[in-house]
């Protein structure tokens, strides 16, 4: 039960974060609606998985320039504050948080049009913040974590201190936000990639949670201490894949 909250909350920021950055191209197979993993996601409904790479938007910590071509005097580069705000010249502060270059080069414009005559505002990337990305389940330390310049599930997840035993390395989950801010889901086969090179490694993308499920060996092992070892008689005994009980 604390797993699926700890997921779902993560789930929550995830949707209402917004916000998406490209991080690298492998070469992997479509993905089909069998790709994704059953029990903890089954009642939720997720979009078709997309490659497609958006418009990048921006986010708090992103250096901007901002160029009005015909008032060069107000040209000024900013940071984007943590309330997702940049303040300009004249009109003070301007939403720029989870906006696309062109939605905000169109609200600084619209700001500035009151000011000027037929401003056309310009806007370029100076430098972006970290991709911030959620790592939980089967992993040594659950988390928020950094990752600087592109990143993949598999670099996350060794981050996040690596797979415990009990993780299920050929199906770790990949939730993305989609178009419309809605949720995306596949799964990446990462067991190949350590053992074989042939490598499903997924190149992450801002506010990407990465989720690595228990194998199926470790559910049945949990299941049987949680229920045939505390319930049965004492007398009882069985074995199950290693573990043993009475």
Known sequence: MHRRTTLKAAL???????????????????????????????????????????DYRFYPGDEIEVTIPSASELNKSLVIQPDGRVSLPLVG???????????????????????????QAQVSVKSTVPLKVFVGGEVGTPGVYDMAGDGDALRAIIQAG?????????????????????????????????????????????????????????EAGLFMQQYFRDLLPISFSYAINGFSGN
Request: aromatic share 8%; hydrophobic share 40%; net charge neutral.
């Open 12 to 54: 929550a920021l995830f949707v209402t974060a917004g916000g998406a950055s490209a991080c690298g191209h492998v070469d992997q197979e479509p993905i089909t609606p069998a790709a994704r993993p059953t029990a903890d996601f089954a009642n939720i409904g997720y979009a078709d998985w997309s490659d497609d790479e958006p």
């Open 93 to 119: 502060p301007v939403m720029a948080a989870d906006r696309t270059i062109a939605e905000l080069e169109g609200a600084i414009t619209q700001a500035y049009s009151t000011q000027l005559l037929r401003p």
């Open 162 to 218: 690596g797979f415990k035993p009990s993780a299920k390395r050929g199906s770790v989950v990949i939730i993305r936000r989609g178009p419309q801010g809605r949720a995306m889901l596949r799964t990446a086969d990462l067991l190949a990639g350590i053992s074989s090179g042939r490598a499903d490694f997924v190149p992450l993308r801002r506010f990407d949670i990465v989720y690595v499920p228990r194998s199926g060996v470790a």
